[in-house]
Every structure is written in structure tokens, then in C-alpha cells.
């Protein structure tokens, strides 16, 4: 799964206006963010097998970013700090913290069994990568849905829809560039990583676009 993580973004700003969609969009994909990290660094392992249907990633090691644990403390952790650093309301930093754990609970649909329930044990996944079509569906089908309800949110604060129209294209066409990229040849290591890290960033920054209009709107919205 890739672009389908940001639906919990959508919904995220849908439930929770102040809190500023590039918060969310680094928050849904914070997980991930620290994996590529620990992928260039050595701290956390995978490699890509072609012969694999859907995703050609074998993540055997990455007990610091997947667990379970691991997963929960990232989460509580991001509420924090946005509460902390950027000073958004409680329920603003809850959602941000929300958005960051609902990686994981989407990547458990999707993997196949690597996602630790506690660092060393239980390995789980359900594996809809083994079926690429149905998981290219749910991933486009979870971004139309909290899609339209963060049109709608826009919409009851008085804000243009087209922005958010906008990014959810720019996604549909990062998903699309990143199916027709070659996968990684081997064991994953600087290049996998600054380029998974690299799509993040540009996909946080453009979502960061979506807020530059509106600090009015937001000062009447509901917390
Ligand atoms: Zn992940």
C-alpha cells in the first residue's frame, strides 16, 4: 500500500479540520518515513523478490518501525509532539496520532505476514498484496471515499473543493508512477530508502499546498 495510507489522512481532516493536512499526510506515512530512514542507516532489513505477486518486498526485519509496540509508541508520539511543538488542540493531536497508527492497521490488510505483534514474536499480515488487483481497488477506493468526505468538510467550512480534488489526483499519479517504476533489484538499502523517503516528502509538501487558503475557515471550525 502506498497512496491508500493518505485516505486516513482525508478522513483524519475531515474529523478534524485544525489539525494541518501536512501533519497527516507526514502522520499516515510516519511509519514508513522512519523505515526508509533505518533502510539507508542499516537499522531495519527487507529485500524485493520479483518472482512475488503486488508488492516485491520480503520485510524481514523491522522491529522498530512495524511491530506492534513500536507502531503505538510512533503514535503516541506524534500526538504529542504536534501538540507540544505546533500547539494544535487536544483532539487535533489525537488525530494526528490516529492517523500515524492507522498505517499499520492498513498495512496488516495488505502485507504478507512480517508485521511483529511484539518485537522478536508473532509475525502477522493478511496479505492482500498476493491479489494486486482487489488491492489496487481498496487502495483507490479507501482515497475516493475519505476523499469525498474531506471535500465535504471543505465544502461546510466554505473552502474551495478544488484543491483537495487536486491532491487526490497528484496521488492517483504518484501510484501510477510508482507501478510502473522497476522494483528494486536485491537487498533494499540507500536507494529504495531516500527514494521512498523522497515520494513522502514530495507527497507532504503537496499537501501542505491544500492549506494556504483558509486560516479564516479554520478559525470557525469545530475542534
Ligand atoms: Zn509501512
Known sequence: MFVGHYAAAFAGKAVAPKAPMWTLAIGCQLIDVGWSVFVMTGVEHGRADPALPGST??????????????????????????????????????????????????????????????PGGERVGFALWNYPVPEQAVEMGLLAVCGAAWVASRKSLGRAAWPAVALIGFYVALQIAAMLMPPPPG?????????????????????????????RALATAVE
Open 57 to 118: 518486498l520480503v520485510l524481514y526485519d523491522m522491529p522498530w518501525t512495524h511491530s506492534l509496540p513500536a507502531a503505538l509508541v510512533w503514535s503516541i508520539a506524534a500526538a504529542a509532539l504536534v501538540k507540544l511543538l505546533l500547539r494544535l488542540p487536544v483532539w487535533a493531536s489525537v488525530v494526528v496520532g490516529l492517523s500515524v497508527f492507522s498505517h499499520w492497521l492498513l498495512d496488516l490488510v495488505v502485507h504478507r505476514p512480517d508485521l511483529e505483534l511484539w
Open 187 to 215: 537487498e533494499l538499502g540507500l536507494d529504495t530508502g531516500a527514494t521512498v523517503l523522497l515520494a513522502y516528502l514530495v507527497a507532504a509538501a503537496a499537501a501542505a499546498l491544500t492549506g494556504i487558503e483558509g486560516k
